[in-house]
């Protein structure tokens, strides 16, 4: 991916997959882990609605509201330079009709700056798709398990296993039809996600999906090892909750000591 751009673009990811070229992404929620995976390097950052897990505790993702979303995005645009910034629609904000998704991500676009949204489903969405395309919005598909669909789907299980497969791709090709400029392969065997991305014309980018995506997403807490509990298929970089931990158990213990403030940390007259 150009590294001098002031702003990779929907092309470029289309550019990537038409030449094979392998591409990163990383959800983020807040200015100071946005600026810092920009600074780093990242190509595409999501304001995910994993942020109901991840920065408000919740269960599921469901009862994230537009609100939450819209304040978050904000926060991840202003801190980032080139990274290409993705807003997940949550729950209930899209499903009733392409008009109400239409209203919904004009919000995003218009009030936090960002450059696309993602919304979960398959072929039953191609409308909604290419209703927020012929707006000037482009959306991001999300295919294979659809988090917001963890009832239905009867918890955390892999998608497109066997006989699933040829609907998978089905849904892939019919979403890269109406338009989506990419698509995301959750927890889809890594031989499917190979075949869905050699078969559509747009990125596949994967989490749980195998090294053939065009590009790999984690949800940044996983990769740095600060969830409690991460997926078999995360990678962790960094032990930031040993980290922390450590700095909070010595901050604690100084303090108690008194040896936290020092003179040099204080101000004298
Ligand atoms: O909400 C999210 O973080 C996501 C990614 C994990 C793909 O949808």
Redesign the pocket.
């Known amino acids: 991916m150009p590294s001098q751009v002031t702003r990779l673009r929907t092309r470029h990811f289309l550019d990537a997959h038409a030449q094979g070229t392998k591409f990163s992404c990383l959800?983020s929620y807040d200015a100071l882990t946005a600026g810092i995976f920009d600074e780093a390097g990242i190509d595409l950052l999501?304001v995910?609605?994993?942020?109901a897990n991840v920065v408000y505790g919740r269960e599921t993702?469901l009862s994230l509201t537009l609100d939450e979303t819209i304040t978050m995005a904000k926060a991840v645009v202003a801190a980032t330079q080139r990274a290409f910034v993705v807003v997940?629609l949550p729950f209930g904000s899209y499903e009733a009709s392409p008009s109400q998704a239409l209203e919904s991500a004009i919000r995003v676009m218009k009030e936090t700056g960002a450059h696309a949204v993602?919304f979960e489903g398959g072929a039953e969405l191609a409308p909604t798709v290419e209703k927020l395309v012929a707006a000037g919005i482009p959306v991001c598909a999300?295919i294979g398990f659809t988090?917001q669909s963890v009832h239905a789907l009867g918890g955390f299980r892999v998608q497109g296993r066997g006989d699933q497969a040829d609907r998978l791709l089905a849904d892939a090709s019919s979403l890269a039809a109406a338009g989506a400029f990419a698509v995301?392969l959750?927890m889809v065997p890594a031989p499917v996600a190979a075949r869905v991305t050699k078969a559509i014309n747009i990125p596949t980018?994967g989490?749980g999906a195998g090294a053939d995506t065009d590009g790999q997403?984690?949800?940044w807490t996983d990769m740095a090892g600060l969830s409690t509990v991460a997926p078999r298929f995360s990678r962790t970089y960094a032990d930031l909750r040993a980290t922390l931990t450590e700095a909070a158990s010595s901050y604690i213990a100084d303090i108690n000591s008194g040896s936290f403030p020092s003179e040099a940390e204080s101000f004298q007259d």
Do not use: C, F, R, W
């Open positions: 959800t999501l995910g609605d994993s942020a993702t997940d993602k999300h988090p995301v959750e980018i989490i997403i984690l949800v």
